[in-house]
């Protein structure tokens, strides 16, 4: 599907199906924070750039998240996705507030390639 995206690039798929489905709302929530790089700068898929922006988004809402069990199912959709997709990941594309939400959470150690 063709359309505008939220930052006005003709040409873009709808950023609603830039999420994978374990996002669901969340990703539509937060859809307009989202600021789409040069496509021809791109050192990522799209595919692995949907999954860091979702990855990204859950780290910085689960923060502001007041609601507790909300805020545990968020828990449990990062960890899904955090280990579904993070080994594939350059965790120098994250930004500060991901990481250290990442980090406090226990979940850094799984973006990007394993240590041995």
Known sequence: MQGTSPAGVQGVTPCLSLFPK???WL???YCSWIVLSHPFAMSETQE???NRQAIE???QHIPFERDTASKAEQIEMLRGLV???GRNMDPELFG???RNE???LGLWDRIGPEHP
């Open 57 to 59: 988004l859950l780290a």
């Open 27 to 29: 990703g539509t929530k």
């Open 83 to 85: 280990i579904r997709h």
């Open 96 to 98: 500060f507030d991901a």
């Open 22 to 24: 374990e996002v669901g």
């Open 102 to 104: 990442l980090i406090r």
């Open 48 to 50: 692995q750039w949907n």
